[in-house]
Structures are given as C-alpha cells and as structure tokens.
C-alpha cells in the first residue's frame, strides 16, 4: 500500500483551510490516503523570521483580497475571522487527543473547527468553542475539555510541532508525498500531477 500523504497545517491558516478541502478528495483521486497534523506556525516563525499575514505591510493587503478570490475558486465558504490570526494550541491538542482514539473522527473534527473559524467567524482558540464544535461531532465534551490541559495533551502536540520542524515545515499547508514537499494551496495542481506521474 502506497505511503500515506503528509498534510500539515495551523488551524489559524486560511491557505490551509482552503487545502484542507481539497486534500482528501486528491489524495483518493490517487489511491492515497492523508495524514492530518496540525502544527503551530508560532513555534515555526521563531526560527524562521516569518510573521502573521496582517502584519506584513502591502502583502498582508493583498492577502485579504487573494483569500476571498481563492476561496470562490476553490468553492468554499469564507469569512476572514474578526479576530486573525488567533492561537492554534486548543483545536491542535483536541485533534491529537481524538486522533489517539478515533482517526476519521479527528479528521471530521478538523475540518468542523475549520470551518467553525473561516466560515462561523468563531475563535477556536477558546478552548470551550474547541470543545463545543467537536462535542457536536459525538466527541466527549467534559472528557476532551479535561484533556486540553493534561500534559500528555501538552506534550503530544509539542512533539508533533518538534517533528515537523526537524522535518523541514516551515508553512502551512504543507504536503510531503514520500519525501517531496510542496508549500502553499496553489501547489495542488502540482501534488495532482506529481501523484499522477510519480514525478519529475
């Protein structure tokens, strides 16, 4: 069976929302399955100088345009968040937390709490909203609110951060296909045709 793809992002990047929508349906197209990790950009911006999009003078301008134009392309819906960029450690621990119990339904809550930021316009980094948007998946709201601050909880998600950054992450999204990385939601027409052929 063929490698499973790679799909690493931050919950409080709009690239990799509008990736997140596309990455399964890719990846099946090819008889791929995807590994869902979230990591966190702000531990990634300390080692490689980046900031915040709304922080960047004239590109920041640009993005707010860009998003809006790239999520009518991709056919998703979008609202950029009142509050951008918010803290990602709350709804990255709660997809770790129910990864280690149940696998698609991690992936569901991943894609609810995106949506729940970039389309609901609600802040995923309250942990009580966290636990709000995946209780209504089934997913144990005491139990996972608990959670949230265990220190395995803590742990888990710093090794994941830790790995992606030993790995080279330094964006999001970014996608590893057997070795090969590609940064960015404008690289999918890429991973689709180096899927397809198997490189160049």
């Given at each position: ?15 990799g ?15 791929r ?6 990591i966190?950009?702000g531990a990634?911006?300390k ?22 134009r790239s ?34 339904l991690?992936r ?8 729940a ?10 942990p ?42 330094f964006?999001?999204p ?21 899927l ?5």
């Amino acid at each position: 069976m063929a490698n499973a793809i790679d799909f690493y992002f931050d919950f409080s990047s709009p690239y990799g929302y509008l990736a997140s929508a596309k990455i399964d349906e890719l990846a099946a197209k090819h008889a791929r399955t995807v590994a869902w990790r979230p990591i966190l950009l702000g531990a990634v911006f300390k080692i490689t100088g980046q900031q915040p999009l709304p922080t960047i003078p004239m590109k920041g301008s640009y993005a707010k345009h860009d998003l809006a134009r790239s999520a009518r392309l991709f056919g998703v819906p979008f609202k950029l968040p009142s509050k951008f960029p918010v803290g990602a450690t709350a709804p990255s621990r709660a997809f770790y937390w129910i990864l280690d119990r149940d696998p698609g339904l991690a992936r569901k809550a991943a894609q609810a709490l995106y949506h729940a930021y970039f389309a609901d316009d609600r802040d995923i980094s309250n942990p009580e909203i966290t636990a709000n948007v995946c209780a209504k998946l089934g997913v144990d709201r005491a139990e996972l609110t608990q959670a949230l601050n265990d220190p395995a909880a803590k742990e888990r998600l710093k090794s994941e951060v830790d790995a992606a950054i030993e790995r080279g992450v330094f964006g999001s999204p970014y996608v590893v296909i057997d070795g090969e990385p590609f940064w960015g939601a404008d690289r999918l027409d890429q991973i689709d045709k180096w899927l397809a052929t198997g490189g160049w």
